[in-house]
Structures are given as C-alpha cells and as structure tokens.
C-alpha cells in the first residue's frame, strides 16, 4: 500500500498556483476542493493540475454549503450533484467526495438518496464516496450503521471529528461501527475533534493527546481494512479548516495556529503512522511465512 496526501481547498487563502506549489513542497499527490462552476474555469483548473502531475478528488456538497439548505428536497439534492459531477468530470476528478443530504431527514429519505446518488456518480463512470459530516444525513454513527447497512456498495470517506462532537465523547465506544466504517472507507479526511469541537487547536498539543490517539487508532483500523481489501493507494486530506473551526483569541479573533502549518504537521505525522504501518505488515508477513 502506497500513502498519498492531499491538500484540501478549504481555507485556502492563495491562488491555484500557491496550492500547487504546496503540494509540490510538501511532496503530496494532489489536492481535494470543490471544481470550478464554469467550463472555461474547468479547463484551467485541469490543465494546471495536470501540468504539475497532480491528482484532484473533487469535493461537492449537495443543496447548499457544507450545511445544507433546510427545505430542499431530494431531488434537489440529486440535481447539485448531478451539475457537481459533470464539473468534476470536466476536471478529471479520480473520484468524488460527497458532502450529502440532511440530518433532518428519515433514514428512508436518505438511503433513497444515497441510492439515487450512487445510480447518478456510476451513469458519469465515476466513484463516490459519501462524508460522515455533520448536519448532513450522516451525522452521526448510529444513523450511518443504519443506512450503510441497507446499501452495503456505498463507500465512505471517514472523517470521525464530526462525530466527536455529535455524540460529545471519542467514539471509542462504538467499535462495531467503527469496523463497519472502516470496511466501507475509501477515503480519509484527517482533523482530530474532540469532545466539545469538531477540531483540536493543534493536534500536537498535549492536552489533546487522547484525541490524536483515538484519530490515528481509527485510521490505521481503516488502513487495514483497505489493506485486506486490496486497496493499493490510500487517499488523505489533512483537514483543519477556518469558518469556526480554528479557535480563535477572543475580541482579536487572531486565529490561535497558523492551518497551513496545522495541515503540513498533520500530513507529517500520518507519514510517519503510515511507515510503522506498513512495517508492521512486513513484520506479520515474515512472521506467517
């Protein structure tokens, strides 16, 4: 298994070229964001990315931002998505990212649109994978366990800081779940949250110790999974965001760390997490022989 990084569009302040030129610093594979809505936009967007050899997933929310418009519909839904696709399509995105549905709505709802979502990504030939992001229909784990076992080919991009502050505790006590997710996981968006905050300060500071540690015990539950799976590439976005995310001083509101270097610490450390992986796997594989 091969670890490749991305760089995520949220909070980015700079140009295109200035993510670029991120990625190229940082030795990472490409970068995950929302395409560009207009074609000649698209076309830029692709040809920069693949000027510098650099791989996209493309990011969509459905009906509205990351929270989603309260009385849209289903199909509603399905139409966003449906334009979200044709402009990642353009971009050459190697896979989508869905941001999708409604925390208000009834588990039918959701896996009807889970289902239609899956039927939409497949007529453009393009994988999906749905967020586990709040306020959406998969905003918390006992929901998500509910709905992906009615649609057992819909696959997960894992981003269990949402959850944290959901259900206000680590999600450690929910192991079969946390199997389940890690079994349908395509994708990983790394933020550590914790029991009150979807995002840690920093997550190398030591009173959040316990949350980084419960994060990587997940992600490597999940690398695992995708190992068994034959899954050759493991796609990660390290994802501190800004928009409240980021704690900042109060009356100043002087963000408290700086996210480009919040982000580059992260996918640092899932480097090194990711190499006593994989040395791990050789270990067990010298060992069964």
Not at 170 to 180: G, N
Request: a negative charge.
């Amino acid at each position: 298994m091969n670890l490749h990084l991305y760089k995520t569009l949220w909070g980015h302040q700079g140009s295109l070229a200035d993510a670029i030129a991120a990625c190229a610093n940082l030795g990472w594979a490409g970068i995950e964001g929302p395409p560009p809505s207009e074609p000649a936009g698209q076309r830029v967007f692709c040809a920069r990315l693949l000027d510098a050899e650099l791989g996209y997933i493309a990011e969509i929310c459905t009906a509205g931002s990351y929270v989603p418009q309260r009385r849209a519909t289903l199909t509603d839904h399905l139409d966003s998505l449906r334009h979200g696709a044709e402009a990642a399509l353009e971009c050459r995105a190697q896979f989508l990212t869905v941001i999708g549905g409604c925390d208000a709505w009834p588990a039918s709802q959701s896996v009807e649109f889970f289902h239609g979502a899956m039927e939409l990504a497949r007529s453009f030939a393009l994988d999906v994978s749905f967020e586990t992001h709040r306020s959406r229909s998969l905003f918390h784990p006992w929901i998500a366990r509910d709905i992906l076992t009615r649609l057992p080919e819909m696959e997960l991009t894992c981003d269990f800081s949402h959850w944290c502050v959901v259900c206000e505790r680590l999600i450690d006590t929910e192991p079969d779940i946390l199997a389940l997710c890690a079994q349908r996981a395509r994708h990983i968006h790394a933020r550590v949250g914790y029991a009150q905050g979807p995002q840690t300060p920093h997550p190398a500071a030591p009173e959040y110790a316990d949350a980084l540690t419960a994060h990587e015990q997940w992600w490597w539950q999940i690398w695992e999974s995708q190992r068994a799976r034959g899954i050759v590439n493991c796609t990660m976005t390290p994802d501190f965001g800004p928009d409240g995310y980021l704690h900042t001083a109060p009356f100043t509101g002087v963000p408290v760390a700086d996210l480009n270097q919040v982000n580059a610490w992260m996918g640092a450390r899932l480097r090194d997490n990711f190499g006593q992986f994989a040395a791990a796997q050789v270990v067990e594989a010298v060992a069964g022989t």
